[in-house]
């Protein structure tokens, strides 16, 4: 049986700020959240496989999931001189990106079936191959959370966790599918 508490010591270690079980079945795939990703406030609308409209639709991370039942939920937590602080939010942005490679690495010998979701889209290659070529790293892009029709703070409040950690910080999530 998976423990968890482990787990989370695993996510500390790899410079999470913060780390809690995630439980499947509470994560509902949202059409208005996909549908934000049309906004293109993060540049990568249609600029990568692992985006929409390239990315699996809401029907396809249903069946994706049905398979899991647990997981870790896990968050790098950025300080901010003020909310223009936009050195510090490259910066924890940054952080947060290694973080999550450290993880699903350290992760991925014990399960390696698992569903990691990020935040934001893969940023593997520069630019991505979409949408000229397939993509260069099938097994290692990883979709956004949001991308997947997740409302992020909700999935955090849901499990448990906080998702506003107070004036002036930014907080970017993942999470891991692991059971
Ligand atoms: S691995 Fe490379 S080609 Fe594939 S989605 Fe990520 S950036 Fe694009």
Not at 72 to 77: F, I, K
């Amino acid at each position: 049986m998976t423990n968890y508490n482990e787990l989370k010591n695993l996510a500390i270690q790899a410079g999470f700020d913060d780390a809690g079980y995630l439980d499947v079945a509470k994560l509902e795939f949202l059409q208005e959240v996909r549908d934000m990703c049309a906004a293109d406030k993060c540049h990568n609308y249609n600029r990568s496989w692992s985006c929409p409209p390239a990315a699996p639709g809401l029907d396809e991370m249903r069946e994706k999931v049905k398979r899991y039942s647990g997981g870790l939920l896990v968050q790098t937590v950025g300080h901010m001189e003020d909310s223009l602080d936009f050195e510090e939010m490259m910066a924890s942005a940054k952080r947060h990106g290694e973080n999550f490679d450290r993880l699903r690495d350290t992760l991925g010998g014990d399960y390696p079936d698992m569903l990691p979701m990020g935040a934001g889209g893969c940023a593997r290659c520069q630019p991505c191959a979409y949408p000229d070529a397939p993509c260069r790293f099938p097994d290692k892009m990883t979709y956004s959370m949001e991308a997947c029709g997740l409302f992020v703070s909700r999935v955090c409040t849901d499990n448990g966790m906080k998702y506003n950690h107070g004036k002036d910080t930014i907080c970017y999530t993942a999470c891991f599918l692991l059971d």
